[in-house]
């Protein structure tokens, strides 16, 4: 049975880094159809009418019909220390963070909060994301376990530390091989979930927990790996500190065999033109975390620099060191992060971002994050005249960028009318 759902839709047909709005179709009167939870046909709402007489039709009006937002990093742990006052990296992760981790060793605790972040999450309209875990197994089973029950499509690993963090929180090399390795082989291509191999960062890990993750990285090369890079000052120097021989901080991660197409860098902020230039040539991604760089005081993403080297983006919110759920909001600091760095990120780009950049740094863009034949059908629409103060503005709107980037700015949970995951209803 093929279900339409008609309403505005953007396609995007190349990359808006390259060829700037030129490289999305804008369909006044659009239409998805979808089949079996994939999306078949993207296309006038008049024509898949015509061409699918019997199918099921849901009429969005005016709401933008958009894929589900990708979340690139997240720490579903860190969901109820959101908007925590007063501290930079290290003090917010001893002050708040890992207390709060050291909850989960309680498996009905991990159940709660997974339940409360996936919940929180789709009411955003974010249907994917890629989740730091705790050192507990069990916060992955649960994550996974939540998602699996709600038909998501989500990325996820066991955080591995074993210095640098409190008693409770801290495992060793070998049980972070080990039991990063049992996690991968229980759930890994289950679904639609993705183990992710995930040393917190250097500062957590020893060289020997360091190597014993890169050695489980290279028997599965094709998962994820996610860690922190170049957050804060503070952390690169002691980064420096605690590994005496190493180039930079990259150099860190390289040695032991965590740099590759596959790895996702959170922040890289503070980067070194030999970090920028080996990530780049090895087609890692960088995650852009706008609001938690600003929330945390770790400083601005160089978007120039980043988009001349042609690095492969992913945008996140970094949820609870970033301050919002939204990817709305996320792209809304995106934008004014470029702006302070004089690279005015266009609509299109800040889209593009939430959506396939995101699914691309996940290596996911076959599956999610475009409106086109062949996807999975998770998508959202958005009503882009959810509050006075869009609509006012929206009301003016000239072109279809004009009447997003109010949304964009000011749009938060109200502005996501619907989402459907796999092509069934989710809120
Ligand atoms: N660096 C290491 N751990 C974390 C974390 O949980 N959040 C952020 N923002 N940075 C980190
Ligand atoms: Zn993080």
Known sequence: MVALHLGQTLEYRGDPFV??????????????????????????????????????????????????FVDAHVHYPQTAIIASWGKRLIDWLNHYTFPEEISFADPAQASEIADRYLDLALANG???????????????????????????????????????????????PRSAYEQSKALLERWHGVDRLSY??????SPTSSADQLAALGALWSEHPDCLMQTHLSEQVDEVAWVRELYPAARDYLDTYETYGLLGPNALYGHAIHLEPR????????????????????????????????????????LATDTGGGSSFSMLRTMAAAYEV??????????????????????????????????????????????????????????????IWEAVFPTIMMGDDRAIAGVWIGGARAL
């Open 19 to 68: 060829e700037g709005p030129a490289a999305v179709v804008h369909r006044r009167r659009g239409a998805i159809a979808v089949a079996d939870g994939m999306i078949v046909a993207v296309d006038e709402a008049d024509k898949l009418r015509a061409a699918h007489p019997q199918a099921d039709i849901t009429d969005h009006g005016d709401h933008l019909l958009s894929p589900g």
């Open 126 to 172: 974010t249907s994917s994301m890629c989740s730091y875990c705790t050192i507990h197994p069990g916060s992955v089973d649960a994550f996974f376990s939540a998602a699996k029950a709600r038909g998501m499509r989500v990325a996820a690993g066991k955080t591995c530390m074993d210095r640098n963090a409190p008693d409770g929180l801290r495992d060793t």
């Open 196 to 201: 992710v191999i995930t040393p917190r960062f």
């Open 275 to 314: 970090e920028a230039e080996r990530i780049a040539e090895t087609g890692a991604a960088l995650i852009h975390c706008p609001t938690s760089n600003s929330f945390i005081g770790s400083g601005l993403f160089d978007w120039p620099k980043r988009l001349g080297e042609r690095q492969r983006i992913g």
């Open 338 to 399: 470029g702006q302070l760095t004089h690279q005015p990120l266009h609509p299109a780009q800040l889209w593009w971002l939430a959506t396939q950049g995101s699914a691309r740094a996940m290596r996911m863009e076959e599956r999610i994050g475009a409106l086109a034949p062949g996807m999975e059908a998770d998508f959202i629409a958005v009503d882009l005249a959810s509050t006075p103060a869009i609509t006012q503005r929206a009301e003016r709107a000239e072109d």
